[in-house]
């Protein structure tokens, strides 16, 4: 069995091919259009979706050897996303499942990062916690099947994503500012600064204070030293970092301690943080976690963690007809 998935949620476009469970290749075109903007632009995205997915498609049935008429189902990303961008992969999935006359999976593209799992070894067990970082969602996830799951805290505002990125664009670093706060926060003292962290009940989160704390702290600074940006880059970038990651893994042990589940995955964009992996393995060592950490090419967006998703659900025999549609705030 071959399954063609896409993924066209926001500024990727990727595509893979799963052969009886095995995802075979892991096809992506990035857009580097938005880096000059600032942040993604819906309409830009939605155009370049539509230039790179037959060339996207084409290399991913290459690379696994096989024919579009080989392909026995197609799947694609429902939600959540940027609309525009949602339905260049919606749209492509109805024209091959109507062409080819073969049946449609659909996959919510949050399920999928946590089922990016699954692809290679070591797979976690049921139940597990799983913390998803993104850019566009913070949820700690209590996962006890495939395709059973339940969030048990989110963020009220920002994603933690969306703080990196944020924060790189105060200090006039270009987006995504996410892996450069962790590139210079490595040559930097995490203790130096230092911003404090929100306080929400339970395991909840939320991001949107620590933004404004960074943007007028450095807007007090620059007054007094126009250059202190560019002087403690590094010590600036390892506090910010340190700072979002407390957060992160305070609330990640409240939800071990009030589950009981000691087996804790990371899962999202931000799962590719250096600080965010190391502090998550340190802490497990502590507690004695065992603990998942995806692949770099599994953290971001990609279409092999749409093509595992979409084996379980073949499996399950969860199909849609041409009546479905691209869904924004798809919930799971
Ligand atoms: P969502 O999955 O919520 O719809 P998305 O698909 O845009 O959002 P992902 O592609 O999963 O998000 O992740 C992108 C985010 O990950 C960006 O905010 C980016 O800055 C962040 N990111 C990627 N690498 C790192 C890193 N090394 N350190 C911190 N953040 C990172
Ligand atoms: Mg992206
Ligand atoms: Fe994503």
Not at 15 to 22: E, Q
Not at 30 to 46: C, F, N
Not at 138 to 149: G, K, P
């Amino acid at each position: 069995i071959h399954i063609l998935a896409i993924e066209s949620s926001c500024d990727e476009t990727a595509a893979s091919v799963i052969s009886d469970g095995k995802v075979v290749n892991n096809i992506i075109a990035t857009q580097d259009i938005h880096e000059k903007y600032g942040g993604v632009v819906p309409e830009l995205a939605s155009r370049v979706h539509q230039q790179n997915i037959v060339p996207v498609v084409t290399e991913a049935l290459k690379q696994a050897n096989i024919n579009i008429s080989d392909v026995n189902a197609v799947a694609f990303t429902r939600g959540p996303g940027l609309l525009g961008s949602l339905l260049v992969g919606v749209s492509f999935a109805k024209g091959l499942s109507l062409a080819r006359n073969i049946p449609m999976i659909e996959v919510n593209h949050m399920q999928a990062h946590i089922l990016a799992h699954f692809i290679d070894d070591p797979k976690p067990e049921f139940p597990f916690i799983c913390l998803t970082v993104s850019g566009g969602h913070t949820q700690l996830v209590l996962v006890r099947e495939f395709l059973d799951m339940e969030i048990i805290g989110q963020t009220k505002d920002d994603a933690v994503g969306e703080a990196f990125d944020k924060a790189a664009k105060i200090m006039g670093l270009p987006y995504p500012g996410g892996p450069l706060i962790d590139k210079y926060a490595k040559e930097g003292d995490p203790e130096k600064y230092s911003f404090p962290p929100a306080e929400i009940p339970g395991l909840d989160f939320s991001f949107s204070g620590i933004k404004t704390a960074i943007l007028y702290f450095l807007r007090d600074e620059l007054k007094g030293n126009p250059e202190f940006i560019n002087e403690n880059l590094n010590d600036i970038c390892a506090g910010i970092q340190q700072s979002l990651i407390n957060m992160l893994m305070d609330k990640l042990r409240k939800a071990v301690k009030q589950t009981g589940i000691n087996r804790v995955a990371l899962a999202g964009g931000v799962s590719a943080n250096s600080g965010l992996r190391s502090a998550l393995t340190s802490e497990a060592e502590r507690k004695g976690w065992q603990t998942f950490i995806p692949a770099f090419e599994y953290c971001t967006d990609n279409a092999g963690m749409i093509a595992m998703a979409a084996w379980y659900k073949y499996q399950a025999n969860e199909f849609v007809d041409l009546s479905v549609s691209a869904e924004p705030r798809l919930k799971f």
